[in-house]
Structure formats: C-alpha cells, structure tokens
C-alpha cells in the first residue's frame, strides 16, 4: 500500500533562517506530487506541483521554492523565512496521468511557526 | 473568478440529522472531477467522495452522498444521520486539465460542528 510521509512535524524557526520540508510517498512510482499551504482557519494555497524528476510548476511567486530530486522525493525549501511563511505545509500525491479518480493522498503535514 | 466556491464558512447540525455542505464550481473543461476532503482538527486531510464530470449517478460513499447537478455546476455534500465524529473543517475541490497536466484547486472550506 501506499504512504506519504513528511518531516518534520512541527517547527519554529526565527524570520531570515532557511528552511527545508521533506516529503517522500512510498508503494507508488512516478506520481503528481503537490505541496499545498494552509494558513490557520484558511482553505489551501497549492505552492508547487511536480509531474515527474526535475519539473516543478510554480503557482505563486513567493520566496519559497521546490525540487524533485527523485521521483518519489519533494522538498520545499527557504532560504530566508518571512513571517507570511507560517502555516501548515501538506505535501500530497496522486497517480500520473489521467486514469481513474486521481484523488490527492495527503501528508499529516508540518505545522511551521515563524517568530 | 473563483474556481471552487463554498459559501459557509461555519454549519452547525443536530446528532443524527442530515446536513449539506454547498460547494459550487467553474470550469471550461469538459473533462473535471470533483472531491470531497474532510480535515479534523488533528490537521490531516482525509478523502471522501469523488464524483466525475461524466458520471451519470450522483457518487455515495456511506454516509456520504454528493448532489451533482451540472447544469448548476455544483457539487454539495450531504452528510446524513450526523455523528459528533463528523465536526470538521470540510474541502470542497475540483481536478481539471491545466497546461496538459491535472490541478487541482481547493475551495475556503467549511467548519461542521455537529452538536449533541
């Protein structure tokens, strides 16, 4: 079976240090994989999404950036926080290409804090 | 325009009533699907319904059943005989071709709180 995992957890990192998420998804190949924002009480800003190793689309401008370095690895990274970076990071997969319902198998995300 | 549209921010329903969750859509893609996620407050986000554009019956999963009325490009979920379990923030989303590859975009959510 399938699982996705991300860490860490939580975390709280002063404004201006950089930050590194990591998601990886297990049980599966080549899958969409997609890093979402949530800020407290809000729905979900989709950040990234990846097709495969080494294409990242980009949905919002922002200070954060992502990479695939292998096909089932996602990593967001920082490299100088801004308080607007607080929220709660959920990094999803779903399967390639246009078969069946395609739904989006959710991490138990990171709850980053930006002091 | 707003691609997935929940107008309630907050419901409250009695234990063991039903209750419908509304969630209205745009698309110009001929080809879409549509989903129901459910986060609790724990924070993880757990599927529960999908329904495709093609699909000529409404999905039901349990307690679970979605109102798909196309022409009116809504999608509401109906939870019925509510149980205390079932207070959550509740995600309406919709899948749709874009550039060749499949986004999807979540609509605002809405907070159930099911009252004993």
């Known amino acids: 079976s399938q699982t996705i995992h991300q860490w860490p957890a939580t975390l709280v990192q002063p404004v201006g240090s950089p930050l590194s998420l990591e998601c990886t998804v297990e049980?599966?190949?080549?899958?969409?994989l997609y890093w979402y924002r949530q800020a407290a009480g809000r729905g979900l800003q989709l950040l990234f999404y990846s097709v495969g190793i080494g294409q990242i689309s980009s949905e919002v401008p922002q200070n954060l950036s992502a990479s695939r370095p292998q096909d089932r690895q996602f990593i967001l990274s920082s490299k100088k926080l801004l308080l607007s970076d607080s929220g709660f990071y959920l990094c999803a997969w779903s399967s390639g290409g246009l078969a069946g319902t395609n739904e989006q198998f959710f991490g138990p995300g990171t709850r980053l804090t930006v002091l | 325009a707003q691609k997935i549209t929940q107008t309630q921010p907050g419901m409250f329903v009695q234990e063991k009533e039903a209750v419908t969750l509304d969630c209205t859509y745009d698309?110009?893609?001929?080809?879409?699907?549509l989903f129901w996620y459910k986060q609790p407050s724990s924070g993880e986000m757990i599927f529960l319904i999908y329904?495709?554009?093609?699909?000529?019956q409404n999905a039901t999963e349990g307690r679970y059943s979605l109102n798909f009325q196309k022409a009116r490009k809504s999608a509401n979920l109906v939870i019925s005989a509510s149980q205390l379990g079932d207070s959550a923030m509740y995600f309406c989303?919709?899948?749709?071709?874009?550039?060749?590859?499949?986004?999807?975009?979540f609509g605002t959510g809405t907070k159930l709180q099911v009252i004993p």
């Open positions: 989303a919709m899948r749709e071709l874009s550039g060749g590859y499949q986004k999807v975009t």
């Open positions: 049980g599966t190949s080549n899958p969409n």
């Open positions: 698309t110009s893609d001929p080809s879409y699907g």
């Open positions: 329904q495709g554009s093609y699909d000529q």
